[in-house]
């Protein structure tokens, strides 16, 4: 069974108009199931409870949020010597989330902002280590934060899933913070060749084609110069204060749909739906992202109609942040500033910031 799972698995993953034909029919279905809960629920009366000074302050927080990314990615692209304004790097960050909501992949605005970085700095191979440790950098801190709520609230979740919820926030995070800090993962790996290099089960484990797939994958990260120490902690401390204003955003317009949950709930909520999100079985993750958070927020006793509401609350947020997105594309090609691949790139380092 697992093998012919594999195999249709890989079937499916080389055809890519099939693959999204078949995302796109579960987003469908995911959909239509949302709509036939929502009349159930009541989710239309929900939503006329929203205030609209609610929505403008999430909306906020949420630009916020967005905008000190921008912060983050400069830190990882001035590592590698690519020296980009702050201005440059938030206003193509919030282009690269008007590709991501409205394109078939959450990661096609990762690979505009690459494309971006890249033609301009003449350094392609950094700027796409540097945008990766960005992404991944995000990521791990709201595992981290995932993981403090998974332990607070740990009796809340299933029995069954407790333990695999944990191994995966934990082992994630600590993955994403050694790629983020290669001394570190160098120091690790070697202590493992010291001591186990030479045995024949660890020489055969190593050859097998998904280990050597991994360590093509992370080679590039892993060669990656290391940050300063302080930089690192800058690092971490401005990716845990865009997770929270993100999660802020939600707490808010919840807090007007009078869903009585702490920030926390939110910590231990949010963080899973975006691990769920990933699973590549619908189409940038629609329907499938709303089902879970209405699931998740069920453990919490939240009525289905005013879960589905800040779900749908949420979605039209960041959406209206990808619209903004949408229009800074819109501006850059009318003043001809979205420059033709056929120009030659000119490298940008020794700007100032």
Same mark, same amino acid.
């Given at each position: 069974m697992i093998n012919f799972l594999k195999r249709a698995y890989r079937f499916i993953s080389a055809r890519t108009a099939l693959r999204i034909v078949l995302q796109t029919l579960v987003s469908v279905i995911l959909i239509a199931v949302l709509v036939v809960l929502a009349q159930r629920s009541h989710m239309l009366e929900s939503l006329q409870m929203l205030q609209p000074s609610a929505l403008i302050l999430g909306g906020v927080l949420q630009l916020i949020a967005f905008t000190i990314n921008g912060r983050r990615w400069q830190i990882l692209l001035g590592n590698f010597g690519i020296h980009e304004r702050l201005a440059t790097l938030t206003e193509l960050y919030f282009i690269g989330?008007?590709?991501?909501?409205? =394109?078939?992949?959450?990661?096609? /605005?990762?690979?505009? &902002?690459?494309?971006?970085?890249?033609?301009?700095?003449?350094k392609p191979a950094q700027a796409v280590v540097a945008t990766l440790q960005e992404r991944l950098a995000g990521l791990g801190v709201s595992l981290l934060i995932g993981l403090v709520a998974t332990l607070y609230y740990l009796s809340v979740l299933p029995a069954q899933a407790r333990l695999w919820? $944990? @191994? $995966?926030?934990? %082992?994630?995070?600590?993955? @994403?913070i050694l790629l983020l800090y290669p001394?570190? =993962?160098?120091?690790?790996?070697?202590? @493992?060749l010291r001591r186990y290099g030479a045995r024949p089960a660890f020489i055969r484990f190593a050859a097998r084609p998904f280990i050597q797939r991994i360590i093509s994958a992370i080679r590039p990260i892993v060669e990656a110069p290391a940050l300063p120490a302080h930089k690192f902690a800058e690092l971490l401390g401005i990716a845990a204060t865009a997770t929270l204003l993100g999660l802020g955003a939600y707490y808010v317009v919840g807090q007007s749909l009078q869903i009585p949950i702490s920030l926390m709930a939110y910590c231990l909520i949010v963080p899973l739906v975006w $691990?769920?999100?990933?699973?590549?079985?619908?189409?940038?993750?629609? /329907?499938?992202?709303?089902?879970?958070?209405?699931?998740?927020?069920?453990?919490?006793?939240?009525?289905? /109609?005013?879960?589905?509401?800040?779900a749908v609350a949420a979605?039209?947020?960041? *959406? %209206? %942040?990808?619209?903004?997105?949408?229009?800074?594309?819109? $501006?850059?090609?009318? &003043?001809? *500033?979205? @420059?033709?691949? &056929?120009?030659?790139?000119?490298?940008?380092?020794?700007k100032a910031l």
């Open positions: 989330l008007f590709f991501s909501i409205f =394109l078939p992949t959450g990661t096609g /605005g990762d690979a505009v &902002r690459m494309y971006d970085v890249a033609r301009r700095s003449g919820i $944990i @191994i $995966i926030q934990a %082992c994630g995070a600590f993955g @994403i001394t570190l =993962l160098f120091a690790i790996v070697r202590q @493992i $691990i769920i999100k990933m699973v590549p079985v619908s189409l940038n993750g629609l /329907g499938l992202t709303e089902g879970s958070f209405v699931f998740l927020m069920g453990l919490f006793a939240v009525p289905q /109609g005013k879960a589905l509401a800040l979605l039209g947020i960041q *959406t %209206c %942040c990808a619209l903004l997105g949408g229009l800074l594309l819109a $501006i850059r090609v009318a &003043r001809g *500033t979205w @420059i033709s691949p &056929r120009q030659a790139a000119q490298p940008t380092e020794g």
